[in-house]
């Protein structure tokens, strides 16, 4: 098997200040032709910087050094940009994670897919056209001569990943690197774009597939490499790393992924580590899953009743946004929406907080009316409804401290004062975060903190009634499986019922008791989590199930 | 925040200190110190001359720059440079004013029509619209038309001229912010519409009106010197550095020194303002991408 890339002892830093600043240290990678090998680890592990380093793509600042550094037999240790520029494309192919801000919007895809494959000499290639059509067929691009004129912005994000690749694989490069191609994606646009690889890796493409979701790269990779801190802390074939992990940390990523199996545990280790110790428990590994506290789901009492919502976009006569949508929510339960992204989950999660009135249809809040009424009268009864958004960081006052964040929810019950600060310690710590965060501003937090800040904030009330919408879909595995270990411990320890949005269905069958299906504004299957998820009766939810990446 | 360290070897060592400053960031220092000196000469001017600037004196007239008169003396015999000092209270004055009117009005106005939409909003905006399809110096020249020339019409007209420009960025300001999480969020906790707009929304819509503002002082300064010129602004004998310049212009050939100076001085004034604006605009800028 000929080799196509040798790195020995890689050493990236990005010197600031007199430090070193090492990201990665002394990493090993040898990838051969027609292998798929997976580099996996959390946000921070030295992934992402080290895929970029071996197109040369690492930075000006960055400082590289390695002992060997082999691509296709050549050294490129003191390769200057002009021979970057050479190997770029044609030897290598990357995909970067957001279609959306990797594609020129301004440029019509015929346009950035002639870019990619280049002039031939000096002049245009002759077969622009032909060249391109084929390349759009070859990643499953339907109906080519239609896309060929649009815009990135008229593609959906499956067929926008697509002609990302597409521009990737153009002049055909030895090496594909796909760097968290599906993480912004939907389960089934995700299913679509990792069989797309899948069948780019059967016809004998080289890839290397970086991710921080374990359960994504184990259909594709036969090796998978998993990375900490900037170091190679466990090497193998797929199978042997999935099912007989030697090193705690691979044992905790593993753990981290949620599932049916996890319902009712912990998926992070109970205390909150980030460098567990290496060397000590090494090969002494059990599987021992900490239990989450039971919750006590009162029936009777209707917390949140919805009854035949409709929405339409942009008024009467406008697609329907919600179509007769009827559910209930009792107190104490944790009840889950799930649907592909336009599926009209965050529109019932808007109107349910009133922020969007119904066109027909009512919401009762505790037996009470509580869509289409007057604001002044909803506005004393906010402080029993939260919010936790998707993007904690944009629904944070970009000039407030963490404890200005989190106080500002107290407003609305009338705690000020010393029993605000009490409270809001209170709840910090709650969410693991300690004293030192309050004067921070949230700028100054890990994606990991923002939310926990969002979830102290959202349960500083003491609410009724939480409503998430996606609250972890913007996290690495690691850090989404401490903040849902959260979000369930409080959920059970206060009684607060949980209306929890999501796509990923790993997720709600693990934090939510009943589930509702939504597909274009209808819910389409109803009931408990594990029926739904377990017998699926409508074909819709049984396509969303076959889509998750599992860990098998 | 670290307080100005009082040392023992103090003077000679703060001294050395700024001058250092200077070297190291000659386009932040030299502005700085060339408004300091105007600042001086606008809230002080006895300090830089004891020379009168009204008093003529015919036997003086025309005379060179020399040690008596470091700029030399006009056609009717007055210190030049006496009136470069005063002349800076006029500039400065007009500048301030002119730009705070605008700022204020145009604030005011750009936050009501971001934040009522509807009606109101596109009211607001074809009236903005109508006042900014006439250049500034147009529009201005029209006012002081109707209300006759003179310090107070001159601030007034320069200050409606320069609304939109502020009125345009706040409103657009306003409806991004509007439309943001945080605001949304805020809102799910009950907060009173006041109370929302004051905290979440305001500061971050007003955040650019300094910048701007500072800006808009070195276009405005111009403008009002331009305007003078024309006569339309503080009449003779008032030291205003455009009048200077439209009564310099007769003896430009004879007596060069009655020109230029006021020249020189309008030109710094607006140079120094305009690249400390600049500095900020992109500091502040720099901090909202980071």
């Known amino acids: 098997m000929t080799t196509l890339l040798e790195i020995r002892n890689l050493t990236i830093g990005f010197p600031q200040d007199g430090h070193a600043n090492t990201v990665v240290h002394g990493l090993d990678l040898t990838i051969h032709k027609g292998e798929a090998v997976a580099l996996v680890g959390e946000s921070g ?13 690492a930075g000006a600042a960055a400082r590289i050094s390695a002992d060997r550094f082999y691509i296709d037999g050549e050294d490129v240790r003191n390769f200057k940009e002009a021979n970057w520029r050479r190997l770029r494309g044609r030897k290598i192919g990357f995909v970067l994670q957001d279609a959306l801000v990797s594609l020129d919007p301004l440029r019509r895809i015929s346009q950035q897919l002639s870019d990619a494959l280049g002039t031939r000499g000096f002049f245009v290639r002759p077969n622009l056209h032909e060249e391109s059509v084929a390349l759009l067929e070859s990643v499953g691009i339907p109906d080519p001569g239609r896309r060929l004129p649009q815009y990135p912005h008229q593609l959906s994000g499956g067929l926008r990943q697509r002609a990302l690749i597409a521009t990737a694989i153009a002049r055909q490069p030895s090496l594909l690197i796909a760097d968290e191609p599906t993480t912004a994606l939907d389960a089934t646009v995700q299913k679509q774009i990792l069989d797309l690889l899948a069948e780019r890796r059967k016809a004998g493409h080289t890839l290397l597939l970086i991710s921080h979701d374990l359960a994504v790269v184990s259909r594709l990779a036969d090796r998978v490499l998993v990375m900490n801190n900037g170091r190679i802390v466990e090497e193998g074939p797929t199978e042997q790393i999935l099912t007989r992990p030697q090193h705690p940390y691979t044992q905790q990523l593993l753990d981290a992924v949620p599932s049916a199996s996890s319902k009712g545990f912990r998926l992070s280790p109970a205390a909150v580590t980030n460098s567990p110790d290496t060397q000590a428990r090494v090969g002494t590994i059990e599987r021992i899953r900490i239990p989450l506290p039971t919750k006590t789901i009162d029936q009777h009492n209707r917390v949140l009743s919805a009854h035949n919502l409709v929405k339409r976009y942009g008024g009467s006569g406008g697609a329907y946004a919600v179509n007769d949508v009827t559910f209930d929510l009792a107190s104490g339960e944790a009840l889950g929406i799930v649907g592909e992204s336009g599926s009209g989950k965050t529109t019932v999660a808007k109107i349910v907080l009133g922020l969007v009135e119904p066109e027909q249809g009512t919401v009762l809040i505790d037996g009470k009316q509580w869509s289409n009424i007057p604001e002044a009268e909803r506005r004393p009864r906010r402080a029993s409804m939260q919010l936790i958004a998707q993007d904690a960081l944009s629904s944070f006052d970009p000039r407030y401290t963490v404890e200005k964040i989190v106080g500002e929810s107290l407003d609305s019950i009338g705690v000020f004062g010393a029993a605000r600060r009490e409270r809001v310690l209170e709840v910090l710590d709650a969410v693991r975060l300690s004293e030192a965060f309050l004067k921070r501003h949230p700028r100054e937090l890990s994606g990991g903190q923002r939310q926990r800040v969002a979830i102290a904030r959202a349960f500083a009330p003491r609410p009724r009634l939480l409503v998430a919408d996606e609250p972890v879909s913007a996290l690495d595995v690691s850090v989404q499986a401490q903040v849902l270990d959260l979000l369930a411990e409080l959920q059970a320890a206060s009684g607060t019922s949980l209306l929890f949005i999501s796509h990923d269905l790993g997720v709600v069958h693990h934090l939510t008791d009943r589930v509702l299906v939504m597909k274009d504004g209808r819910i389409v299957e109803a009931g408990g989590v594990h029926n739904v998820f377990s017998a699926p009766r409508h074909s819709y939810t049984r396509s969303l199930l076959d889509a998750v990446p599992t860990l098998t | 925040m670290s307080v100005s360290s009082t040392t023992p070897h103090g003077h000679a060592n703060r001294w050395r200190h700024t001058l250092a400053a200077v070297g190291a960031k000659p386009r932040i220092a030299l502005p700085s110190l060339f408004l300091l000196l105007v600042a001086i000469a606008t809230i002080w001017p006895q300090l830089l001359t004891a020379v009168d600037p009204i008093v003529a004196d015919p036997l003086q007239a025309q005379l060179p720059p020399s040690v008596d008169h470091w700029f030399g003396t006009d056609h009717l015999g007055r210190d030049v440079f006496s009136r470069v000092v005063y002349g800076a209270r006029y500039s400065i004055l007009i500048g301030v004013s002119a730009v705070a009117i605008a700022s204020i009005v145009g604030a005011f106005l750009g936050l009501i029509s971001g934040l009522s939409r509807g009606i109101i909003d596109e009211a607001i905006s074809r009236f903005l619209d109508v006042i900014s399809s006439f250049p500034d110096l147009l529009l201005a020249l029209v006012l002081i038309s109707f209300t006759g020339p003179g310090t107070v019409n001159l601030i007034f007209a320069l200050g409606v001229a320069s609304v939109p420009r502020f009125a345009r960025v706040v409103r657009a300001q306003t ?67 455009g009048a200077m310049l439209a009564e310099a212009r007769n003896y430009l050939r004879v007596a060069w020194w009655i020109g230029v100076w006021p020249g020189l001085a309008i030109t710094l004034t607006v140079i120094s303002i305009s690249a400390l604006g600049k500095r900020w605009q992109l500091a502040f800028e720099g901090r909202r991408q980071s």
């Open chain 1, 45 to 57: 592990s030295g992934k992402s910087v080290t895929a970029r380093s071996v197109i040369g793509l």
């Open chain 2, 175 to 241: 409806f991004v912010i509007a439309k943001s999480g945080y605001v949304e969020q805020a809102k799910t906790f009950g907060l009173m519409r006041n109370v929302l707009v004051i905290r979440h929304i305001l500061p971050h819509a007003l955040a650019q009106v300094p910048v701007l503002a500072t800006i808009g002082m070195g276009t405005t300064i111009i403008q009002a010197a331009g305007l003078s010129f024309l006569g339309m602004g503080p009449q003779p004998p008032a030291p205003e550095w």
